[in-house]
């Protein structure tokens, strides 16, 4: 009997089968990947602005690349083409602004197909990727091409000393500090899309303010960085102080864009704090005892993969469940 | 043996259906640290190839003589005999190769594609099947480590077996002659191999489903009963 009812029910519409809580969001997918989108507005602006025309040809041959490699990867598996949720556009776009000004479109073209091809799709496409495909498609430029990715251009109206090393490099190498207003307004050397804190801070509220993205990571994030950096600082002020360690690199941007992926980021409350908490220390210590100027994009890309290790272990009770 | 395997699939097994990289994942220590070249990764597979068929033949020649107890030893002094000679020959005749590969030939002592075979084929089956076996992994394994090699020079250093053939306009990717490159490369080949290896499956068992379920129809349209279904 009940059989004949599954299979009437099954002709009339597709049942939808999930494990509880059946929450509904007051978002899709698909409007919430494209405020990330719109979010991410500002911060191409001002790397026009700072850095020249060129950077838009950077930033729209990652886009371009992301999402044709997502539509021919999933026309050869024979998948429904999915690419105008516009998560490939995500993808693009924050790679395009994770790279150096002027860097080649050959080299752009082939991070944004390491990053959707092996960062994102080897793994079954989106929801199923570990780490975070823009961050891995950087990570592979990084190995492949480590004097181009770190071959700075200073910023179009550049008056100050720091002309061709970004703010933390100049800092850990010749141990000269930049000062708070052009780390704030972006005038400063880096990565596209990462100088400007306004324009970061500007679309960062904005997915707060919608609900996009949750403010338990960046909260944590900032905490932690003024926290373990703070604590350093205080031991030794020649170690850079909690206000240069938010301002600087691409802190900022990697808090509200890239640790705040809902795929490779914790879905618990709790396990957000202790994410946020541990991205911001692995960030602190390659700061200032690393070899490299810079470990935003080392700090995420190793919480990620603790990400379903703290998902297990922050698994909310079941309602009634004693403790053991 | 069961089934009696013919002298021709005792060579192309080790080729394809078990390759050692590839299938049975072994050998992976010079797989992955000798290949940033083709010519490395060919000369790297030609040495094991050589220990591999030889120690082969002596320990299938010797199999009923050696005690249970003390194989795995006699195994070792065996392959070492070959190694030595390998690596004395390939220092007196190409002592830059030999340079390049460095501390990877004297550790084809501890390859476990060649104690494996010893273990698994050669001290259970005649001299000749052995060789056969040896000579098979051997071409397999060198299969595996050229094209390795191969893919990670052209990417890696814009040349194939020295020969420029990726035009300066190119970028080598770095990352490619780094151990990173090697992990990258082995791991979306085996992946690859994997998936067409599962379509071929799949469409097998389609055929078969398909086959099986044209079957009783046919024998019910005579008014014959369907007994089974095997």
Not at chain 1, 159 to 169: E, G, K, N, Q, W
Not at chain 2, 101 to 124: D, H, T, W
Not at chain 2, 183 to 207: I, P, Q, T, V, W
Request: glycine content about 10%; some cysteine; overall charge positive.
């Amino acid at each position: 009997m009940s059989d004949v009812t599954v299979t009437e029910a099954q002709n009339e519409r597709e049942l939808m089968l999930s494990t509880s809580p059946h929450l509904q969001s007051r978002w899709t997918t698909k409007q919430i990947m494209w405020f990330v989108n719109l979010a991410l507005a500002p911060c191409v602006i001002s790397a026009v602005l700072y850095f020249g025309f060129y950077q838009l040809l950077v930033i729209a041959t990652a886009v371009i690349f992301a999402v044709g490699t997502e539509a021919l990867i999933q026309k050869l598996t024979k998948k429904p083409i999915a690419v105008m949720d516009g998560s490939a556009v995500i993808t693009g776009l924050l790679l395009g602004l994770i790279v150096p000004p002027n860097f080649s479109l050959v080299s752009t073209a082939l991070g944004s197909i390491f990053a959707i091809g092996v960062g994102k799709m080897i793994f079954g496409g989106l929801g199923y990727n570990i780490f975070n495909p823009a961050l891995v498609g950087r990570a592979f430029l990084q190995a492949a091409f480590p004097v181009a990715i770190t071959t700075w251009t200073a910023p179009n109206y550049a008056v100050d000393s720091v002309s061709s090393a970004t703010p933390l490099a100049a800092l850990k190498f010749d141990g000269v500090s930049t000062a708070v207003g052009p780390l704030f307004f972006g005038n400063v050397g880096g990565s596209l899309g990462e100088t400007s804190s306004i324009a970061i801070l500007l679309g960062g509220i904005f997915l707060l303010v919608t609900g996009v993205a949750n403010w338990r990571i960046p909260a944590a994030m900032t905490i932690g960085v003024i926290v373990f950096g703070g604590a350093l600082w205080l031991i030794d002020p020649s170690y850079p102080s909690p206000i240069f360690h938010i301002f600087a690199g691409s802190f900022l941007f990697g808090a509200f864009y890239m640790a705040t992926d809902y795929v490779s980021s914790p879905i618990t409350g709790v396990g957000m704090w202790i994410y946020g908490l541990g991205i911001a220390l692995v960030l602190v210590l390659i700061r200032v005892f690393g070899g490299l100027p810079e470990g935003v994009m080392y700090s995420i890309l190793f919480m990620n993969a603790f990400v379903p290790l703290i998902n297990r272990y922050t698994r909310p009770r079941i309602f009634g469940e004693v403790k053991s | 043996m069961k089934k009696q395997v013919t002298l021709f699939t005792e060579y192309t097994k080790g080729v394809w259906d078990q390759n050692p990289v590839f299938k049975q994942v072994l050998g992976m220590c010079p797989a992955l640290a000798v290949t940033v070249s083709a010519m490395n990764g060919i000369a790297m597979a030609l040495a094991t190839t050589f220990v591999l068929t030889f120690s082969s033949l002596i320990i299938s020649l010797i199999r009923k003589v050696i005690p249970t107890q003390v194989r795995i030893a006699s195994f070792i002094l065996i392959i070492a005999t070959f190694v030595t000679i390998v690596d004395l020959v390939m220092r007196a005749q190409f002592p830059a190769l030999s340079k390049e590969l460095g501390p990877y030939i004297p550790l084809i002592v501890v390859n476990c594609l060649i104690l494996g075979r010893q273990e698994a084929f050669s001290s259970k089956n005649t001299p000749g099947r052995a060789v056969l076996d040896s000579l098979g992994m051997g071409t397999g394994f060198l299969i595996a480590l050229g094209s390795l090699g191969g893919i990670r020079e052209i990417l890696g250093s814009r040349t194939f077996l020295g020969l420029q053939v990726m035009p300066n306009a190119f970028d080598p990717w770095l990352v490619m002659i780094l151990p990173a490159g090697a992990f990258l490369s082995l791991g979306l080949m085996m992946g690859f191999l994997n998936h067409m290896n599962l379509r071929k499956k799949d469409r097998e068992e389609r055929e078969l489903v398909a086959r099986h379920l044209q079957e009783p129809k046919m024998s019910l349209e005579h008014g014959e009963e369907v007994k089974s279904w095997s």
